[in-house]
């Protein structure tokens, strides 16, 4: 593996050199220029649910709620709150706080906004996430009253929705045209090229461009086409773009959880001997520093060791022999050919994916499991992967915060299409701690029901983890200051140092 690895490097190296020679493009506002291997699909805070969406957004938005390092809620348009008991929450505004048109910011734009995402008829991807929601009541310009038809503990963690005037919540869906009442406004988007400008004096205007390849995306970066890029670069590109000068490169542990999905239900895989033996057959260390220059940080459950439901879990080594006993136990002998039971792995045609998957059953075969590995185009990969049909594949979650997450993808009423629950895992002790922690109104209660659903999912080794995926953060001569967030947020880019 190593050889190869080095012969691409070299490879991709020559070619580089060999393009790198055009002239940069004039950059004629001044402003910061952010290559993303994709655009935002949409600016509506109503709509949107992709990573890109999210990073734009949060220069353009703004909700009742921000949250901090350890992902609790603190203050943002609300001023204040009060949860006078399970089924009711009370909302007092900031005050003078104004939209990108001027007007200011009251609680019937909040009503309005909530309402949108409700309304089933505007068929709002949200909506499912504020369920809870019975009634929203406006109790002055500057007050509001949620009321609940079931407790839900994480609803608060929610109202980091983006508040759109209340004209614009009553229309359709707005993707490229949108008004918010964030730091930024949105100036244009043109094509592939979407522009948003400080509201108030003191930060650069910055330009979002789409650059799907990450070849391409370095030499423009190296070229001073573009200022900054984040994320979604294979890691051959890092010693190149380490040898430039004026490339800066920082890294941050992200929340974005890598991990290995299995079928409770299959016939091989719902002996959790089998699952934990796979667990145990795979050297991660090598992995990462194999295919990933040793970036990842390794994982053991979904939420970071940063965030308040965290809890510390004893990391899953690499035992080979422990992984043979196991499956001798269960019976799965080997047969004339060495092979125990086979397996169908299925995963997208991204190279580095498939690398991944191809390094994983290397592994695997020196236990005796026969890996087929199947890819397909990423809408057929996915749509396969929601509906539960697969013995095994490779996914991340994304930027996940919300400990209600698990479950979300751990209790036996969220099989598909009821929810992400696609290993079809069921344990009754499971579920109830789930609802428990779901409407406890006490901290430090859903924090010890949730550290004991994490000790749960390892012992019953729902999925095989992997690593958090890092923050990559690559700027480029122009830019200086900008601090990566473990969210992957690009709000930083407003305070950056420009030479």
């Known amino acids: 593996m190593g050889t190869l690895m080095r012969l691409f490097g070299a490879l991709f190296t020559l070619v580089l050199l060999l393009l790198a020679g055009c002239s940069p493009e004039a950059n004629e506002n001044g402003a910061i220029r952010v290559g993303l291997a994709k655009l935002p699909m949409s600016l509506d805070s109503r709509y949107a649910t992709d990573a890109a969406s999210h990073r734009v957004q949060e220069f353009l938005h703004r909700g009742l709620v921000k949250l901090d390092d350890q992902f609790l809620p603190q203050p943002d348009l609300a001023a204040t709150w009060s949860h006078p008991d399970p089924l009711t929450w009370i909302f007092t505004l900031k005050q003078d706080i104004r939209f990108h048109d001027g007007s200011l910011v009251t609680a019937g734009d909040i009503a309005a906004t909530l309402n949108a995402v409700l309304d089933a008829s505007k068929a709002s991807p949200l909506k499912a996430g504020l369920a809870s929601i019975e009634t929203v009541e406006v109790l002055s310009a500057s007050e509001l009253r949620l009321r609940l038809n079931k407790p839900d503990a994480s609803l608060l963690t929610r109202m980091e929705l983006g508040v759109l005037p209340a004209s614009l919540a009553a229309k359709p869906h707005s993707p490229k045209s949108i008004t918010g009442c964030g730091p930024y406004r ?167 994916r498939l690398r991944l998957v191809t390094a994983i059953a290397d592994y695997w075969q020196k236990l005796g499991v026969g890996v087929s590995i199947e890819s397909l185009e990423w809408g057929g990969f996915y749509a396969r992967i929601k509906r539960g049909d697969f013995q095994t594949f490779s996914l991340d979650w994304v930027g996940i915060t919300d400990p209600d997450i698990y479950r979300w993808i751990l209790h036996s009423d969220m099989w598909p299409p009821n929810g992400s629950n696609r290993g079809r895992y069921s344990n009754k002790q499971m579920d109830e701690w789930l609802d428990a922690a779901a409407i406890s109104e006490d901290l430090n209660e859903r924090a010890r029901l949730y550290a004991k659903v994490e000790r749960q999912m390892q012992v019953d080794q729902v999925y095989i983890p992997l690593w958090y995926q890092p923050v990559i953060a690559v700027s480029g001569p122009r830019i200086r200051g900008f601090k990566p967030s473990p969210d992957g947020s690009l709000i930083s880019l407003q305070s950056v140092v420009v030479k």
């Open 186 to 352: 949105l100036k244009a988007w043109n094509g592939n090229t979407l522009d948003i400008e400080p509201v108030t004096k003191g930060s650069l205007p910055i330009r979002f461009l789409g650059v799907k390849d990450p070849v391409t995306r370095s030499l423009k970066l190296v070229r001073g086409e573009l200022d900054f890029t984040q994320g979604e670069l294979p890691p051959h590109l890092i010693p190149y773009l380490k040898e430039q000068q004026g490339i800066e490169i920082q890294y941050h542990p992200s929340t974005t959880f890598s991990y290995i999905g299995l079928n409770m239900q299959d016939e091989y895989l719902k002996d959790v001997r089998v699952r934990r033996a796979l667990a145990l057959g795979l050297d991660r260390n090598k992995l990462k520093q194999a295919l990933f220059s040793d970036l990842p940080e390794l994982a053991e459950t979904v939420l970071t060791a940063s965030h308040w439901a965290a809890t510390e879990l004893k990391q899953t080594p690499y035992d080979l022999a422990k992984a043979e006993k196991l499956l001798d136990e269960t019976g799965l002998k080997r047969g004339a050919d060495g092979i125990r039971f086979r397996i169908v792995y299925r995963t997208s045609t991204d190279p580095t």
